[in-house]
């Protein structure tokens, strides 16, 4: 089994209604993974070094796990985020996961 993160800005460069572009996402992996969850109420504060300047930003994060890990899917639809956030890059993570 595997936790996929996706590692949203909380203030993305496109023009868009940011809570329903979560509430779309949530809902979309919800129907085809089974469920997944938004970490919302407070957002996480990122820092990293860029050309030796320290860049910061707020993200979401939403969780889903899923038995078979279909990386390609994964790629495309990183890619796909990217363009509607009009965003450089995204991370989205995969981690093993064992139920206890």
Do not use: C
Not at 24 to 34: A, D, K, L, P
Not at 87 to 98: F, G, I, M, N, Y
Request: glycine share 4%.
């Amino acid at each position: 089994m595997h936790l996929v993160q996706l590692f949203i800005p909380a203030t993305p460069r496109a023009s868009i209604d940011f809570e329903d572009f979560v509430a779309s996402v949530q809902r979309e992996m919800t129907e085809r993974f089974g469920g997944a969850t938004a970490y919302l109420s407070s957002p996480a504060k990122g820092l990293w070094s860029k050309d030796r300047n320290i860049e910061e930003d707020e993200i979401v994060v939403i969780e889903v796990m899923t038995d078979d890990l279909d990386r390609n899917w994964w790629h495309q639809y990183r890619r796909k985020l990217e363009h509607m956030l009009n965003q450089d890059e995204l991370l989205v993570r995969a981690l093993p996961v064992e139920k206890l």
